[in-house]
């Protein structure tokens, strides 16, 4: 039974909502009603249309497509109502990914097939037919699509239906009935003695693997464009997690040592300028444009931040673009690690611009360490520094021994696939 919310005197509005979730929401507002829009799939062949409704009606989306396919012959009847179906969904998520089917009701796979049937019974009589030697095998081969491409259902049992759930036999059975229905289609053709020979039996021929092959194309698809979208966003995450590391720890770390609250809050209120400024994109007028001065204006404000003398050359020089955001956060972390932990007072630093690379060194003199000892949760070496070089299409190594100092190499390509 619907159960109605609490009804309103200010003219708010009541939802009814059925006890069945994968039914339609009625809105009230008044007098008005409408129904909510189904959501399109995001794991689609065309427009997601089927897969939308499909999950709304906990049927089978390959049994929907088939039927959809099917009755498209019938005088455009399934191009209608996939037209309809458009109108009356919604665009999937941008950034949806294709998850797992949601449970599906046989006994509704059953009403598709027989109201679709009843439909083209209709289409029969009232003269929108193409013919029964069409429909027949076309008839054929849909049903090979909902058999082979429809997943079984969980469960044992023993005898014909349990059989019956074996994917060999479903498969076997539904490449059977396909073959039937093409061979049944090109003989109407011609005769299948002349296939090689007639145009249109080859075409019926290519048609009908096609569309036994579509909901494995599409699944791929879908499989393809979901992996990209996860590569994006980790990369995403990986050079968020980079920034976070070199910029708001750093910080954190900075006033956390001292006991100065002037300075603390002069930390502070630079953090806040800078990550401000990264979050909405913008750039001050004071602030480097190219590789040169970004290089000046890191080491000046390391010196202050860790009263360490940092000596930095810079041969060449280039635009601020990506690779040499790159480069610039790579050695920034590097000058950082060894003014806080090299026990030194001089840090060197040497960047060099030629036509395909950029290379930067920064090298101390101070305790050193073991780079295999490094714990697994300092991350300003796996992630800050190599990991940015190798996203920018480079290498950085490491080089270190306790009490013989540490140098950084960073090399980044100027151009792809220099």
């Known amino acids: 039974m619907p159960v109605p919310s609490p009804r309103c005197d200010d003219g708010c509005v009541a939802r009814t909502v059925a006890s069945n979730p994968s039914g339609p929401r009625l809105l009230r507002r008044g007098a008005h009603a409408h129904v909510e829009r189904v959501p399109r799939s995001a794991d689609r062949i065309l427009a997601g249309v089927a897969g939308g409704y499909a999950a709304r009606w906990r049927v089978d989306p390959t049994v929907l497509r088939a039927a959809i396919g099917l009755l498209t012959l019938a005088g455009g009847i399934g191009a209608a109502l996939y037209g309809i179906g458009y109108l009356t969904s919604s665009p999937p998520e941008s950034n949806g990914a ?7 009701e046989r006994q509704r796979d059953l009403a598709v097939a027989l109201g679709t049937l009843a439909i083209l019974v209709v289409a ?25 491409w429809a997943p079984g259902r969980p469960g044992r049992r023993a005898g014909a239906a349990g059989l019956a759930r074996q994917p060999a036999v479903r498969i076997t059975f539904g490449v059977a009935l396909a073959l039937t229905g093409v061979a049944a289609m090109a003989d109407r053709t011609g005769g299948l003695a002349a296939v090689g020979r007639s145009a249109s039996a080859v075409a019926i021929a290519v048609t009908g693997v096609a569309v036994i092959a579509a909901p494995a194309i599409g699944r791929l698809l879908g499989r393809l464009d979901q992996e990209r979208r996860l590569r994006v966003r980790e990369e995403e995450r990986a050079a968020l997690a980079a920034h976070l590391h070199d910029s708001v720890l750093q910080s954190l770390v900075l006033i956390q040592r001292s006991e100065d609250p002037k300075q603390m809050t002069s930390l502070a209120r630079r953090q806040e300028r800078e990550l401000r400024s990264w979050l909405y994109g913008g750039r001050t007028e004071a602030e480097p444009t190219t590789l040169q001065g970004a290089v000046e204006a890191v080491t000046a404000a390391i010196e202050v931040d860790h009263s360490v003398r940092v000596d930095a050359v810079t041969v060449g020089d280039q635009p601020l673009d990506e690779t040499a955001t790159a480069m610039l956060g790579a050695l920034r972390e590097a000058i950082t690690n060894a003014a806080r932990h090299a026990k030194v007072e001089r840090v060197d630093v040497y960047v060099e611009v030629d036509d395909q690379w950029l290379v930067g060194y920064v090298r101390d ?3 050193g360490f073991d780079v295999n000892g490094v714990a697994a949760d300092r991350r300003g070496l796996a992630e800050s520094i190599v990991g940015r070089a190798e996203r920018a299409g480079g290498a950085a190594t490491v080089t270190s021994q306790p009490g013989g100092g540490t140098e950084v190499e960073i090399w980044i390509p100027r151009r792809t696939g220099s």
């Open 98 to 104: 294709v998850g797992p089917a949601p449970p599906v």
């Open 124 to 148: 029969r009589d009232v003269g929108v037919w193409p013919g029964d030697g069409v429909m027949v095998p076309a008839t054929l081969v849909a049903i090979a699509v909902g058999v082979i």
């Open 365 to 367: 003199t101070g305790v």
